[in-house]
């Protein structure tokens, strides 16, 4: 079948925003957890996100109008929980673009050297520019960062697998008590709700094909995260670090280094450009703010974080992903149960998830 290419700017949006930062720490508190614990954690997370973007999409294609997830809150559960909407997407998306520009920076400073915090901020004034644009310029900008990211992926994971280094030993333990130890990462790595409304208005021309692009998008990097993950884990073993090309790469050697970190720079730049379009959207189209005023707000708080030194990667990515990507998701389930298109079970199953991860956290 021939899609409108549309339909392929939509899913890359979709794992745009969702392959990210996460994925760098994800082989890191798999190995924590023990493997198979990890595994089972990233598949149960992946089908629930992949119920939590669809949901998303049907409140979507309800509207009447393109917005965001603080617009829609609004017109169907009222100001008080669009206000609480717009907290947790403002802590979430702040977290992630805090962490993206922390590990962009060090994967800069390993490639060619030099000061990290230098190469945040020419990182960060790239991004600004991007962020400037509309949404098709978002769309452009993300299917050639992923189509990139992809092959470059594609040559990464053959050079694991193949590696004299690489063994299945390690893919061993499970533990039941360990569910929730890789939690907070692995959901921090799926979420791409603030993504989906974007993937909507991208495709408002072709909208039959907006649940097909959901479903791809979001099974895309359960895949991608089960081979990286593998892959990583067996190589480094017991040596995997925070951030795992840093990692592979000290094992691997220069050559494959320099790959690694130009991998980890578009995963988290296309994240990065995602997600600051998504807040700047609701700053702009659901607060009510100018574009310009909308552009500096979504930029300015993510830097003062920055400047007072916030600088743990996988700490950074467990609190967002748990609060601020638990809340979100509760938000989606109330707003999708108000449209009464889905199962008291299915939604009762999907709160106690994230409800279980944040109450774990804390």
Not at 37 to 63: F, K, N, Q
Not at 75 to 81: S, T
Not at 211 to 240: D, E, H, N, Q, W
Request: net charge positive.
């Amino acid at each position: 079948m021939n899609y409108p290419k549309q339909f392929y700017r939509g899913i890359a949006t979709l794992t745009g925003c969702v392959i990210g930062a996460g994925i760098l720490g994800i082989p890191y508190v798999v190995q924590k957890s023990g493997f198979w614990t990890g595994m089972l954690v990233l598949v149960m997370i992946g089908v629930a996100m992949l119920l939590v973007h669809l949901m998303v999409g049907d409140i979507a294609r309800a509207s009447k109008k393109f917005s965001q997830l603080t617009g829609y809150a609004h017109d169907l559960l009222g100001r008080k929980w669009m206000l609480l909407m717009l907290v947790s997407m403002i802590i979430g998306i702040n977290g992630a673009m805090v962490a993206y520009t922390i590990g962009v920076s060090e994967s800069l400073a390993g490639m060619f050297g030099g000061s990290s915090a230098w190469w945040g901020v020419l990182f960060y004034v790239i991004m600004s520019v991007i962020l400037l644009g509309g949404v098709d310029v978002l769309g452009k900008s993300e299917v050639w960062m992923e189509s990139i990211k992809f092959t470059v992926l594609a040559l990464l994971l053959t050079v694991l697998f193949f590696a004299p280094q690489f063994s299945t030993s390690p893919f061993t333990g499970f533990s039941l008590s360990n569910l929730l130890i890789p939690y907070g990462v692995i959901l921090f790595a799926y979420i791409g709700t603030a993504a989906v409304p974007e993937l909507c208005e991208e495709m408002r021309s072709c909208r039959k094909f907006t649940r097909r692009a959901i479903v791809i998008g979001s099974l895309l990097p359960m895949l991608v995260y089960f081979l990286f993950t593998a892959a990583v884990i067996g190589v480094s073993k017991s040596a995997t670090t925070e951030i795992s090309t840093i990692g592979i790469s000290a094992i691997l050697g220069a050559r494959a280094a320099f790959a690694f970190h130009l991998f980890a720079i578009l995963a988290m730049s296309s994240s990065f450009a995602a997600l600051g379009f998504a807040l700047k959207e609701t700053f702009w189209k659901d607060v009510g703010l100018s574009h310009l005023s909308a552009w500096s707000l979504t930029l300015a708080v993510p830097a003062v974080l920055l400047l007072v030194g916030v600088n743990s990667f996988v700490k950074t990515l467990e609190l967002t992903g748990a609060f601020a990507g638990g809340i979100t998701c509760l938000l989606v389930i109330v707003m999708h149960a108000k449209l009464r298109r889905g199962s008291i079970l299915m939604y009762l199953l999907l709160a106690s998830l994230f409800i279980a991860g944040m109450v774990y956290q804390l």
